[in-house]
């Protein structure tokens, strides 16, 4: 079984991915709804919580968990991994959302920590849209340009996007958003031409469209979902202790906690994942 951890609702599009391309492996869900949003918390308590939720996923039988909330992956994961994980649970696995963006941006193994001659030698500009705690870490321009100092990277925070999807606004309002966030995006870009963009929150490919919309023609947008599933599509491959494929050829099963209400909950679970979901009280 495999742990999916997220702040919220945002991770539900990478489990969507997931469950497509893994259709006989069982998954567990835990979105931190109770303590949601992370971007008006500090550092240390997105952390802690990150911390806890990926624990909780453990004692529940994940060897392997995901964390899937870019703002907790760009802040907690590599400490997590080097420090906590390493004392405590040495036999077990994290993994993040950020690091397969990485590696498909610049073409380097996320393991190799400096300018590789494999590494995508063009000079192009990618732009990063997130939360603000993502934006603040800088953790996609500085692992981008780690390995590919060639490759340009421009940011901009979207600090209410995220929270207007979960709250289902209108077209008007996200547009509103999206546009807002294009346009602070290429003030930054000083004539440069934009190759392609990431949009660096889970919640964000929900809204794809409508950033492809504000967009100059021919910006190529990066799919994180999919490339997630790909990315652990091949650590399974390396790595099949962490998740035997099944013996039988049966469904897989996706169970959903929350540490919010699960009723809401799962009401706008459902705009995420496409079908009916029923989430459990972590």
Request: overall charge positive; hydrophobic content about 45%; proline content about 7%.
């Amino acid at each position: 079984m495999i742990g999916l951890f997220d702040s919220g609702h945002g991770g539900l599009t990478v489990q969507r991915a997931l469950e497509a391309r893994f259709p006989q492996r069982d998954f567990l869900y835990l979105g931190d709804h109770g303590h949601a949003p992370y971007g008006s918390r500090s550092a240390a308590q997105v952390l802690s919580l990150t911390r806890d939720g990926i624990a909780r996923l453990f004692a529940e039988g994940c060897r392997l968990v995901i964390v899937s909330c870019n703002s907790a992956a760009a802040i907690a994961l590599r400490r997590l991994q080097q420090d906590w994980l390493a004392r405590h649970h040495s036999e077990r696995r994290i993994l993040g959302v950020l690091v397969p963006v990485v590696e498909a941006v610049t073409q380097v193994p996320w393991s190799v920590q400096g300018p590789h001659p494999e590494a995508l030698g063009e000079a192009i500009t990618v732009g990063v849209f997130g939360t603000r705690h993502t934006i603040g870490s800088d953790a996609f321009r500085i692992e981008i340009r780690k390995r590919a100092p060639a490759v340009t990277v421009v940011q901009q925070a979207c600090p209410r996007l995220a929270g207007a999807i979960e709250a289902d606004a209108c077209e008007t309002e996200l547009s509103a958003l999206v546009e807002a966030a294009v346009a602070g995006l290429r003030k930054s870009l000083d004539g440069r031409r934009l190759d392609a963009v990431i949009l660096g929150c889970t919640h964000y490919p929900l809204v794809g469209r409508l950033f492809q919309r504000a967009l100059p023609p021919g910006v190529r947008l990066v799919s994180q979902p999919d490339l997630v599933a790909d990315s652990l599509a091949a650590y399974l491959a390396r790595h099949p202790e962490f998740d035997a494929p099944p013996t039988a050829p049966s469904p897989g099963r996706t169970t959903f906690l929350t540490t919010g209400d699960p009723d809401p909950v799962g009401r706008i679970a459902r705009r995420f994942l496409g079908h009916p979901v029923t989430f459990r009280a972590a």
